[in-house]
T-cell receptor, first 111, second 118 residues
């Protein structure tokens, strides 16, 4: 079955770059997502990438997709304390199947 | 106003009680989902519905049931609550591909319901 794996914790210093990694098993995944969950809140979509792309940049966020290795990463440049949250990787084969989420990576930013 | 609302936000109940969690959305989306979140386990899909007449089991549907009363409403029931159903429950909505989100199937989440079963 489909599976999405992430490391559970990451700690970085304020101002440094954060890189959160994710691996997935379904080679037919069409959309891959990064969601952010702040304390006491639901998940919010940060960014997504189509499987026919290998990179997407949006301000401080850079998403890299390596389809061969089924590896997705999220880089946050100049990490701020407000970036402290849980980050979920998710994938879907098509728009007609529910998303499969990873277990989430808790990012802690040290001032 | 929030696009996806959940009631109640917090609930404490006892083993064996019947509980209903409600979700409403004003986004006009056809698709709705229920997830539970446990620390270190991420999000697990309980049930989902792609339209009013469609109900599908997710990966952990045992002990739960759902009702899609209208396009905007999707409720989750625990017929006889047990302590290992203590968790954070999220409702989410999405539109069909090709419409909002440019076909991204983005899901919009409610704020969550914290349920404790004693």
């Amino acid at each position: 079955g489909e599976d999405v794996e992430q490391s559970l914790f990451l700690s970085v210093r304020e101002g440094d770059s954060s890189v959160i990694n994710c691996t997935y098993t379904d080679s037919s995944s069409t959309y891959l997502y990064w969601y952010k969950q702040e304390p006491g809140a639901g998940l919010q979509l940060l960014t997504y990438i189509f499987s026919n792309m290998d990179m997407k940049q949006d301000q401080r966020l850079t998403v890299l997709l390596n389809k061969k290795d089924k590896h997705l990463s999220l880089r946050i440049a100049d990490t701020q304390t407000g970036d402290s949250a849980i980050y979920f990787c998710a994938e879907t084969f098509s728009g007609n199947t529910p998303l499969v989420f990873g277990k989430g990576t808790r990012l802690s930013v040290i001032a | 106003d929030a696009d996806v609302t959940q009631t109640p936000r917090n609930r404490i109940t006892k083993t064996g009680k019947r509980i209903m969690l409600e979700c409403s959305q004003t986004k006009g989306h056809d698709r709705m989902y229920w997830y539970r979140q446990d620390p270190g386990l991420g999000l697990q899909l309980i049930y989902y519905s792609f339209d009013v007449k469609d109900i599908n089991k997710g990966e952990i549907s045992d002990g739960y049931s759902v009702s899609r009363q209208a396009q905007a409403k999707f409720s989750l029931s625990l017929e006889s609550a047990i302590p290992n159903q203590t968790a954070l429950y999220f409702c989410a909505t999405s539109d069909a591909p090709g419409r909002e989100g440019g076909g991204s199937n983005e899901q919009f989440f409610g704020p969550g319901t914290r349920l404790t079963v004693l």
